[in-house]
C-alpha cells in the first residue's frame, strides 16, 4: 500500500500569517494550529495524511497529539522542513508555507507547495 501523503506544515509561517496576537504567545499560537490540524486534518483531501508540524524558538515545547507529529527544529524551521522533504525523496510531499525562499527550496526536492490559506481557510 501506499504511504498516505505527507503534509509538512511551516509552523511559524502559518501561525504568522494572521495577526491575532500570535507574538504574545507564541507556544499557545502554536498549540492552536496543531489541534486545528489534529481535528481538520487537510481540508478537500479525503484520503489519510501524515501531518507533521514544525515549529522553532519559543514554540519548540509543543508536544506532538493523535493525527500530527510535531518537529521542533534546533534552528532554522526552514532547514528543518527542507531537511523532512529530503528525507522523503520518493513519497508525495506537500508543504505549507508563504515563504517564497523556502518554497523554492523545497520544490527543487520534488515537493508541492500550497499557502497558510489552505489550512486557516
Same mark, same amino acid.
Given at each position: 500500500?501506499?504511504?498516505?501523503?505527507?503534509?509538512?506544515?511551516? !509552523?511559524?509561517?502559518?501561525?504568522?500569517?494572521?495577526?491575532?496576537?500570535?507574538?504574545?504567545?507564541?507556544?499557545?499560537?502554536a498549540e492552536?494550529?496543531?489541534?486545528?490540524?489534529?481535528? !481538520?486534518?487537510?481540508?478537500?483531501?479525503?484520503?489519510?495524511?501524515?501531518?507533521?508540524?514544525?515549529?522553532e524558538g519559543?514554540?519548540?515545547?509543543?508536544?506532538?497529539?493523535?493525527?500530527?507529529?510535531?518537529?521542533?527544529?534546533?534552528?532554522?524551521?526552514?532547514?528543518?522542513?527542507?531537511?523532512?522533504?529530503?528525507?522523503?525523496? !520518493?513519497?508525495?510531499?506537500?508543504?505549507?508555507?508563504?515563504?517564497?525562499?523556502?518554497?523554492?527550496?523545497?520544490?527543487?526536492?520534488?515537493?508541492?507547495?500550497?499557502?497558510?490559506?489552505?489550512?486557516?481557510?
Amino acid at each position: 500500500m501506499d504511504e498516505p501523503l505527507l503534509v509538512i506544515v511551516d !509552523g511559524a509561517n502559518v501561525v504568522g500569517s494572521r495577526p491575532d496576537g500570535w507574538w504574545r504567545d507564541r507556544k499557545g499560537a502554536a498549540e492552536r494550529l496543531r489541534d486545528r490540524l489534529a481535528a !481538520g486534518g487537510l481540508p478537500g483531501h479525503a484520503e489519510p495524511v501524515e501531518m507533521v508540524l514544525v515549529v522553532e524558538g519559543a514554540a519548540r515545547g509543543v508536544e506532538s497529539v493523535p493525527g500530527v507529529r510535531v518537529e521542533p527544529a534546533s534552528g532554522s524551521g526552514d532547514d528543518r522542513i527542507v531537511e523532512l522533504t529530503a528525507e522523503h525523496a !520518493g513519497r508525495h510531499r506537500l508543504v505549507v508555507t508563504a515563504d517564497r525562499g523556502l518554497r523554492g527550496r523545497v520544490t527543487a526536492l520534488g515537493a508541492e507547495v500550497t499557502g497558510p490559506r489552505v489550512l486557516l481557510g
